[in-house]
């Protein structure tokens, strides 16, 4: 019987001497696996060029290639394109989806693939039990995961590491909200998941492009994904405060118009604060009905009819003999 074919859709941003590496242990897993795979390094318009180094040979992988992005997109839409690729090119059975840098390590692929069989029409995610970056770095990803779930009602458990059935694959990519972030792209898209704790491993070589206006961008990419909810949860919270602000003013004026009741003189002041704070909150509100509005517009980007203008070439760099 033919194993199922396994792609791996893998975003690279001039991190060829870790993706190098990369390969070599996805080849070692695949061997030990017997798993018929082939590997997709999406080249997020790197202003280095691959060298020869990822070109094999290797062991157990039938194919390398490199996916050439006309420009730089970010790593999430360099997965969006790389996934719509797949689907439209490839059709393989399952898709696994990591980073290029060596975090996500292969040896736990075989989670991931095994959880799939039990799940074969979802997605498999590696949940974070442990991560290897600084403390600066965690703090401020707790204050995002908080943040997140205060203005969503969702936690943030997951990243990019992950199997995706052929299944998803045919719903996924045509999900808006892909070119955005692909693991909320799965949640708004309600495609069955499943999480697996997976500890994050160590960089492979070189620093990370990732600095923190980078990371700000990609938390508020996620949360861009649940903008109605976002606008919905904030058009209440808008609401509450206006109803406080105008119940005292109704409660300041009916104390003003008793003769037997002296009010002091900073009640001026608080009414006008109360009248400025009012204004606000209507303001808010209409920008938060807009936003609501504005996500129900339609689709700017659908990853499988639109993915190929952003595709420059394809690169075969390694093929094994049959």
Not at 289 to 316: C, E, M, N, W
Request: hydrophobic letters at 50%; a neutral charge.
């Amino acid at each position: 019987m033919t194993p199922p074919r396994t792609a791996f859709c893998i975003p690279i941003y001039d991190d060829w001497e870790s993706a190098s590496a990369l390969l070599a242990r996805i080849d070692a897993v695949a061997a030990e696996m017997g798993l018929a795979a082939d590997v997709f390094l999406i080249d997020d318009g790197s202003s280095m060029t691959p060298g020869d180094e990822i070109a094999g040979p290797f062991n157990a992988l039938g194919r390398v290639e490199v996916l050439h992005l006309r420009r730089n997109l970010g790593h999430q839409r360099a997965i969006a394109v790389g996934l719509a690729y797949l689907h439209d090119r490839e059709q393989p059975a399952r898709v696994v989806v990591m980073d290029g840098d060596g975090q996500d390590a292969p040896e736990d692929v075989p989670q991931l693939l095994d959880m799939l069989d039990h799940q074969p029409n979802g997605v498999v995610f590696a949940a974070r039990a442990r991560r290897s970056e600084s403390l600066t770095f965690r703090f401020f990803y707790q204050a995002y995961k908080a943040l997140h779930l205060v203005l969503t009602g969702m936690k943030v458990e997951v990243g990019n590491f992950s199997a995706v059935s052929a299944t998803a694959l045919d719903r996924l990519v045509a999900v808006s909200e892909l070119w955005n972030h692909y693991a909320a792209a799965v949640y708004k898209a309600r495609i069955p998941s499943t999480n697996v704790p997976i500890a994050r491993a160590q960089r492979l070589a070189g620093e990370t492009h990732m600095k923190f206006v980078n990371l700000a961008a990609h938390g508020l990419s996620a949360m861009s994904v649940h903008g109605e909810v976002i606008g919905v949860r904030l058009l209440v919270a808008s609401g509450a405060l206006i109803a406080l602000s105008v119940t005292a003013l109704i409660v300041l004026g009916l104390l003003a118009a008793l003769p037997s009741v002296a009010l002091p003189a900073w009640s001026t002041v608080v009414a006008g604060m109360l009248v400025l704070l009012t204004g606000i909150a209507v303001l808010l509100a209409l920008i938060f009905v807009f936003v609501i509005l504005q996500g129900r517009a339609g689709a700017t980007f659908l990853p499988i009819r639109d993915y190929s203008y952003y595709v420059a070439r394809t690169a075969r760099v390694f093929e094994r003999d049959a």
